[in-house]
């Protein structure tokens, strides 16, 4: 392994230092005195990178073999380094400072100079925890949360993470930050994850930055979201050479939070990250060449990078697998598809066992077998996946793979909808509006659409309006709320609200009365289909509202909703046509 002379002993450990340590040590000085210099030197140097940032194994198997490797330049040969590594592990095997302790852990750990022993491992971290070790402890923790050298505790590695942050472990706070955003071993608290994170984060833990801007970026945890101070996070990270923040500042731009959509800047950015070998980065990578954002659009490559990534990533595995089923650089091969998404399926990818359930159900790249198909999703829902539970409602609704159960279809859509999922939402308001698989309840339907419209449903914004609109539908009446939830779903790209808001313009009460707003609006939605603005739009030429007067466009308007059923067409095409 080659390595670089890092000289700066404050943060490395190096030849120098050790020698102009030892050089102070008469020539008979003992094989301890030596071992507490160079080992005491080592510890800190580790314990400082651990500060800094999160445990990422080969990341710190690397860091940690390096630093070892600064001592080749005093022992000047290989085989002397491994008879001193040797000579090291039986020497840290009689200490009873905690400090050794969790120094012989760590090479069991990460299988330096002595084959990797979990259960050994663990066994050392928790007598250095017990000594009251801070490190050791968030290792023990790790050890507790990964299942690794005993069976996972999620509660017991919560205890030793907080036990070590309440300390003043500066890696222990980030990590106890971590269980109480996600929910390992306590319930999810943003409040707490987020002090505890500002906590890391003041003392230079880069990781906590980083988790606290996605904070920012999100509005979790008692803090405002704002995107502007989410990218000056990752900023700020990415110019001090910390590859995760280049891959979010790459998002950043990708996405427009708190600056202008770049998708150039977020391609250079991405394969920055990349090239360092951040996996998130390599995977939107291939996004960005799929759809030619940012950089000339190229399939084949996107299916080359994808295709490597796959090899160790099971998110980029089910995305190769989406690849051959569209035909994305390749020739269209469902049944790769369906092999890939049965593979990352077996290794636990909750979306590829979606979407294996989904491929039986359509029995697409495989026989079809809606019954496997009901089975894989109720296994997921069960296990609190929300898109799983969302999908088993709607094979309770329709009856596949299992008989039609509206109440279960009512229960499952509604635990979907507690969990987030924004359409799950929307048709728990509707079951609530029309009392299917429940009782009738129409304060609560508006609730849930609210919730849904809240997460950006455009259906649900429409539904708002329509509440609004209408006398009874748990709300006041409130044609200037009806209108702010029609405009926003048809900004969103809804044909039927586009015609909404049309219709408010052309007879509004509350809103000002603007025929060519109307007859914009009634044009859009005309274009996309919805019958009513094709009338409208129809009358409006005819009568030369909002527009100039055009007998032939009202003709050929009045004909288009004809044919789509409309009645109140026919007798006004009729009209025109005598």
């Known amino acids: 392994m080659s390595y670089n002379g890092l000289s700066i002993s404050e943060n490395n450990l190096s030849s120098t230092s050790i020698q102009t340590n030892i050089s102070k040590i008469s020539y008979g000085s003992t094989l301890d005195k030596i071992n507490n210099i160079i080992i005491q030197k080592l510890i800190k140097v580790i314990n400082r990178k651990h500060d800094k940032e999160s445990i990422n194994f080969q990341d710190f198997q690397q860091f940690i073999n390096q630093q070892i490797l600064q001592i080749l330049e005093f022992y000047q040969s290989s085989d002397n380094l491994i008879k ?18 969790y120094l012989l852990g760590l090479l069991y750990y990460y299988n330096i100079g002595i084959k990797e022993n ?18 050791a402890q968030v290792y023990l923790g790790k050890c507790y949360n990964d299942g690794y050298g005993i069976e996972c505790n999620k509660n017991l590695a919560f205890d030793w993470y907080r036990k070590s942050a309440e300390n003043d472990s500066i890696i222990g706070q980030f990590y106890l930050g971590n269980c109480y955003e996600f929910g390992v071993g306590t319930t999810k608290d943003f409040i707490k994850s987020v002090h505890w994170y500002k906590k890391a984060a003041k003392s230079g833990n880069k990781s906590a930055k980083l988790n606290l801007a996605n904070c920012y970026r999100l509005g979790k945890g008692g803090v405002r979201k704002d995107g502007r101070k989410a990218f000056e996070f990752h900023k ?8 995760n923040a280049k891959f979010q500042l790459g998002y950043c731009y990708d996405e427009g939070i708190g600056i202008d959509i770049s998708k150039v800047k977020a391609f250079e950015l991405y394969k920055i990250a990349a090239e360092k070998g951040n996996n998130e980065a390599q995977y939107n990578l291939t996004i960005l060449y799929q759809y030619g954002e940012g950089i000339d659009k190229d399939e084949k490559k996107a299916f080359k990078l994808i295709e490597k990534l796959a090899e160790n990533d099971l998110d980029a595995q089910l995305q190769l697998g989406y690849y051959y089923y569209e035909g994305i650089g390749t020739e269209i091969n469902k049944s790769k598809a ?19 359930g989904i491929l039986y159900q359509i029995g697409e790249g495989v026989a079809k077998n809606e019954k496997k198909a009901f089975e894989l999703i109720k296994d997921l829902a069960e296990k609190d996946y929300s898109d799983a539970q969302f999908k088993l409602g709607y094979y309770y609704d329709e009856g596949i793979g299992i008989k039609k159960d509206l109440k279960k279809s009512f229960y499952w859509h509604q635990k979907a909808a507690e969990n987030g999922n924004k359409t799950a939402q929307y048709n728990i308001g509707k079951s609530y509006e029309l009392g299917i698989g429940t009782d009738k309840d129409l304060f609560k339907a508006f609730y849930y659409y609210a919730k849904s419209a809240e997460n950006g449903d455009i259906y649900a914004k429409f539904q708002l309006g329509y509440c609004y609109i209408n006398v009874g539908i748990g709300v006041c009446k409130n044609e200037t709320r009806a209108f702010e939830f029609y405009k926003e ?10 015609y909404k808001v049309g219709y408010i313009y052309n007879y509004g009460t509350q809103i000002d009365i603007d025929k060519e707003k109307a007859f914009n609006h ?12 094709q009338y409208s739009l129809a009358s409006l030429y005819e009568q030369g509202e909002g527009t100039e007067k055009n007998t032939e466009n009202a003709i050929y308007w009045y004909k288009k909703a004809a044919e789509n059923g409309c009645q109140e067409a026919e007798k006004g095409l009729n009209l025109l046509l005598k």
Do not use: C, M, R
Request: glycine share 8%; proline share 1%.
């Open 338 to 356: 369906f092999e890939l998404s049965k593979a990352a399926a077996e290794k636990g990818n909750t979306n590829a066992q979606l979407i294996l």
């Open 84 to 101: 001193w590594l040797n000579n090291l592990i039986k020497w840290l095997t009689k200490q009873v400072n905690p400090q050794y302790i």
């Open 236 to 243: 700020l990270l990415a110019e001090q050479g910390n590859i």
């Open 118 to 135: 979990s259960t050994k491992a663990l066994e050392l971290f928790l007598k250095a925890s017990k000594g009251n070790y801070l490190i």
């Open 522 to 533: 009634f044009k859009i939605a005309a274009e996309g289909g919805n019958v009513d603005a």
């Open 489 to 498: 779903s048809a900004d969103q790209g809804y044909i039927d609200a586009q």
